[in-house]
């Protein structure tokens, strides 16, 4: 199976889904444990999994910048109109809420409406580096980005709005979620540094 890259669960908890070095994806049946190969990547290892908080949608990065997304109830691979080059990250909003934001290498990130996978936006971030985490807050009111060089970026969802640019981290920023209804967002840096970052969502300042 080869060195296991990331793993995740489908919010159902039917599937869990992982990736190896090996250059597959693996999902696995909570209820058999049978094990499948839904897709071998011929772009290098698969670096990152996602899925839909709804379950409905998974998402896989390869290690060379390929996206690719699936319907769960049919497994069909889902295409991606105006897809840019070298991928680096994605996350979906959360509820029903249909938006898919994906990172790349540029800084930029794509948002794409699930209701018929066609860009709703691009974010032209001025940041030289690439995007290394992606998270909306509860509410889907806000997107927090986070860059290889440590910056963190904060918007506003409707508008896209820049709110907070978060003082630059010693360390590329690893994993974002805005968490207790909002009140903080944690970032992750490296590989074992965390930070909280208090936030004021009534007065959209951020500390």
């Known amino acids: 199976m080869g060195k296991v890259l990331d793993v995740e669960w489908n ?8 990736s190896s070095d090996n250059t597959n994806l693996y999902l696995w049946n909570s209820e058999t444990w049978e094990q ?13 999994v996602n899925w839909s908080k709804d379950g409905r949608f998974l998402t896989a990065i390869t290690e ?10 049919t497994w069909k691979h889902v295409q ?3 897809l840019l080059a070298f991928s ?3 996350q979906f909003a959360h509820g029903d809420y249909p938006n898919l934001a994906i990172g790349y ?3 930029r990130v794509q948002v794409f409406n699930a209701r018929d996978w066609k860009v709703c936006n691009l974010l032209r971030n001025e940041i030289p580096a690439a995007v290394t985490a992606i998270c909306f807050s ?4 806000y997107i927090a980005i986070g860059f290889m060089n440590g910056h963190v970026h904060v918007r506003k969802r409707h508008n896209w709005e820049l709110v907070k640019e978060l003082s630059r981290m010693p360390a590329p920023i690893t994993y974002l979620q805005f968490i207790e209804e909002n009140k903080y967002l944690l970032v992750y840096v490296g590989s074992y540094e ?8 009534k007065s959209e300042v951020f500390y």
């Not at 060379?64 to 109830?73: D, K, R």
């Open 11 to 18: 919010p159902n908890g039917r599937w869990l889904a992982s």
């Open 36 to 48: 499948k190969i839904l897709f071998k990547s011929r772009d290098g290892p698969i670096i990152s």
């Open 64 to 73: 060379n910048g390929t996206h690719n997304l699936w319907e769960v109830s």
């Open 80 to 82: 991606l109109d105006g």
């Open 88 to 90: 680096t990250y994605a």
């Open 105 to 107: 290498s540029t800084g």
């Open 138 to 141: 509860e509410d889907n009111e």
């Open 194 to 201: 965390i930070k909280q970052i208090t936030s004021s969502f």
